[in-house]
């Protein structure tokens, strides 16, 4: 079973920068592709960022690229969502993901295995 636990997020004001981590378990986290998704109050789960397990192959939704930045430590078992010129339309809670072993980068929740607890990011305007 892998864990995944996202780091604090936090409350900024729009225009700010903030950082997420997401550390995973188990000796095979350089073998998973690993995701960013979001929920804002009454909206569904979306798609932010993905990165692939070697970490040269990335994927960003379009209210995001440009802005957004999502990299992997696979000598720290650890994921990064580098989020820069924060909006208030970016408040939800963000959630970590990784899928199985080998499976390739992926936007849709559904092919995730392991998610994170969530981590609340306020952007105030």
Not at 62 to 90: H, W
Not at 104 to 124: C, D, K, L, N
């Amino acid at each position: 079973q892998v864990q995944v636990l996202e780091s604090r997020g936090g409350l900024v004001q729009a225009g700010d920068s903030l950082r997420l981590s997401c550390a995973a378990s188990g000796r095979t986290f350089s073998t998973y592709a690993m995701g960013w998704f979001r929920q804002a109050p009454g909206k569904e789960r979306e798609f932010v960022a993905a990165v692939n397990w070697r970490g040269d192959s990335t994927l960003y939704a379009d209210s995001v690229k440009g802005r957004f930045t999502i990299s992997r430590d696979n000598a720290k078992n650890i994921v990064y969502l580098q989020m820069d010129s924060l909006e208030p339309e970016d408040t939800a809670i963000y959630y970590c993901a990784a899928r199985t072993s080998w499976r390739p980068i992926a936007r849709s929740s559904s092919e995730y295995a392991y998610w994170g607890q969530g981590t609340q990011v306020t952007v105030s305007s």
